[in-house]
């Protein structure tokens, strides 16, 4: 059963959004583990600040069935695809790894490599996981976050996903 990490982002409404995320995670998924949020500029366009957390769950899902799973959690949350990669948005889960794959085709980027690009990304990923490799350089993620130029621009806040008061914390 492979061990999935994926991000997820808002911007509008982002709190009741990543709350909603989680809800709907933990509804399909087994063994979740809940990063902090942290808020971030929008990179790429003007925009309201993003909330961004990761999450860690197993999964007997193909990759391309765990895709389209995400894809309806999106969708039920009000994400409308336009096309534009940077714009504003209610839901973004992306997978971030799954398994040990490999995969950057037309239909997949395993792992993401918004990983090695993105503090946004990187910076949650890291407070979940710190001792994790990537699967393609071998680098710990830690080790690579303490390289990463821009991480001051994270900053960690309190959002209760599940009513306990545990930030980052689930059922």
């Not at 709190?15 to 995320?21: D, G, L, T």
């Not at 037309?106 to 990537?134: N, Q, S």
């Amino acid at each position: 059963m492979p061990r999935v990490f994926v991000s997820i982002g808002s911007n509008i409404e982002p709190e009741r959004n990543i709350r909603a995320a989680v809800r709907a995670l933990r509804a399909g998924f087994s063994n979740l583990a809940m990063s902090p949020v942290f808020e971030s500029k929008a990179e790429g366009f003007e925009g309201n600040d993003f909330y961004n957390c990761a999450a860690r769950f197993d999964t007997n899902d193909p990759l391309d069935r765990l895709c389209e799973r995400l894809g309806r959690i999106e969708a039920d949350h009000g994400r409308v695809r336009t096309g534009k990669r940077f714009s504003p948005r209610t839901l973004d889960i992306d997978v971030l790894l799954y398994g040990d794959l490999v995969r950057h085709d037309k239909r997949f980027d395993i792992p993401r490599r918004d990983i090695l690009a993105y503090a946004h990304v990187l910076g949650p990923l890291v407070a979940l996981a710190p001792d994790l490799r990537h699967p393609e350089t071998g680098e710990r993620l830690a080790d690579r976050w303490q390289k990463f130029a821009n991480k001051d621009s994270l900053r960690e806040i309190s959002v209760d996903f599940d009513d306990t008061g545990r930030p980052g914390v689930t059922g």
